[in-house]
């Protein structure tokens, strides 16, 4: 049994990773400042502090605290938001992250699985996208994630802090964001079939994206703590083994839908490669698309 903070464990995928790990017998501390998470979806059995991964007062937390692992997860998520506030996105989403890292290191903490972002490798000509390629972000929130990455190599080779990135691909399932103006497309979809509007699509539907359901996440960042191939400084894809358009995940909702102009910052294509993945973590996504959908459609008639 290990002692573990997760950073951003209100939001949807940190809090699905608390949930787990409570589950698998680990004592977890969560930090959020609930700009995007939800205190309700923070698991009863961890311990809260909300706290901005900016401030100072994360240094008193893990001196208490004295964790063996951390999951970095906290940020301003979101492309099209990074677009519109791109120094706020900068301030949390890169010197927030170095924060964590230093507060880490200061504290012994034993290895940090860091969330990064398919976002990092920007519209590439070949797919599928692997980690070799040279990273081209078109997005604040792809530069940022690319500049966490760094911090993560740096602080693996100078400071001795193994810290494994995993590049997450288009992550859906149960309590997936739905009421903001830059929720993930599913959620987006889910609310406006709620409010009988039509579904929008930025573009013509035709992008493709290698959608993840979250549990298949999560099972990636506890096999990330534990493997042993792990050395620090390793970009892994974790993303769905088949890339799905736009259109087709609307068709999966309803058949109400209304196309508007392409959005600066927003890629055509995305398609996982996860040899890495599988060779290091032993990891491959194992929920079919479709029945991740249904799943997160029952959860969201919950509600």
Partial sequence: MSKILVSGGAG????????????????????????????????????????????????????KEKFDYVFHLAAIPRVPYSVKEPVKTTKVNVLGTANVFKTAYDNGVKRIVFASSSSVYGDQKKLPLVETMPSLPVSPYGMQKLQGEELARLFSNLYELPVVCLRYFNVYGPRIDFNSDYSLVLGKFLRFSKENKPLTIYGDGKQTRAFCYVDDVVEANIKAMKSKKIKGGEVINIGGKQSHSVNYLASLISNDIKYLPVRKGDVLHTMADTKKAKRLLDWSSKTEFEKGIEKTKKWFKTL
């Fill in 12 to 63: 949807f995928i940190g809090s699905h990773l608390v949930d787990k790990l409570i589950k698998d017998k680990h004592k977890v501390v969560v930090i959020d400042n609930l700009s995007g998470g939800k205190k309700e979806h923070i698991n009863k059995n961890a311990k809260f502090y909300k706290v901005d991964i900016c401030s100072s007062k994360i240094s008193d937390i893990f001196k």
